[in-house]
T-cell receptor, first 114, second 114 residues
Framework: NAGVTQTPKFQVLKTGQSMTLQCAQD?????MSWYRQDPGMGLRLIHY???????DQGEVPNGYNVSRSTTEDFPLRLLSAAPSQTSVYFC?????????????FGNGTRLTVT | AQSVTQLDSHVSVSEGTPVLLRCNYS??????LFWYVQHPNKGLQLLLK??????LVKGINGFEAEFKKSETSFHLTKPSAHMSDAAEYFC????????????FGKGTHLIIQP
């Protein structure tokens, strides 16, 4: 079982460059989300989606775009990378938003912006 | 609104001794509570969850947590630490009603001394 797959595992960008972090899940989960993890900050929600064609902002959405054209895929786009976006990014999915359904996480993408 | 506080950023124990990781929460509604574990360079994995059933919850790898409403706590324990328990642990709260989704604590780094 693949679960949640994130690519790439590592990425280095220069300031101003754009890129897309890929996320795919094979569990037919409705809910998908993107978090960033920074030292001492825990995980902070960037964007989330409750189903194909529906997305919404989380706690720290600025500088990021998302789309959800299929149930399986939820890519995160950095429009113009900034050093403040250096972080580890996690994609997660669950069968329902919040409440009692646990999240399934990918292994993360470590992004460095120089 | 909901929030979660992990009272210790680092906990160090000797192998074979008990583990206690402390978590306090606040919630306007009946919350669901989770503990996740993150090993180095990995995504988060669910250890256990509380969803208004039994107040003592058993999880994987010998961990358990007790929901105490009067103290608004959900501390994680294990009777005997193993070297493989060394990791980062996150307490997470989710309200059953409301649109806030999940709120993560800032994490507790568990160190196991040989």
């Amino acid at each position: 079982n693949a679960g949640v797959t994130q690519t790439p595992k590592f990425q280095v960008l220069k300031t101003g460059q754009s890129m897309t972090l890929q996320c795919a899940q094979d569990m037919n989960h409705e809910y998908m989300s993107w978090y960033r993890q920074d030292p001492g900050m825990g995980l902070r929600l960037i964007h989330y989606s409750v189903g194909a064609g529906i997305t919404d902002q989380g706690e720290v959405p600025n500088g990021y775009n998302v789309s959800r054209s299929t149930t399986e895929d939820f890519p995160l786009r950095l429009l113009s990378a900034a050093p403040s976006q250096t972080s580890v990014y996690f994609c997660a999915s669950s069968s329902r938003q919040g409440n009692s359904s646990p999240l399934h996480f990918g292994n993360g993408t470590r992004l460095t912006v120089t | 609104a909901q929030s979660v506080t992990q009272l210790d950023s680092h906990v160090s124990v000797s192998e074979g001794t008990p583990v206690l990781l402390r978590c306090n929460y606040s919630s306007s509604y009946s919350p669901s509570l989770f503990w996740y574990v993150q090993h180095p360079n990995k995504g988060l994995q669910l250890l256990l969850k509380y969803t208004s059933a039994a107040t003592l919850v058993k999880g994987i790898n010998g961990f358990e947590a007790e929901f105490k409403k009067s103290e608004t706590s959900f501390h994680l324990t294990k009777p005997s630490a193993h070297m493989s328990d060394a990791a980062e642990y996150f307490c997470v709260v989710s309200e059953l009603r409301g649109a806030d989704g999940l709120t993560f604590g800032k994490g507790t780094h568990l160190i196991i001394q040989p």
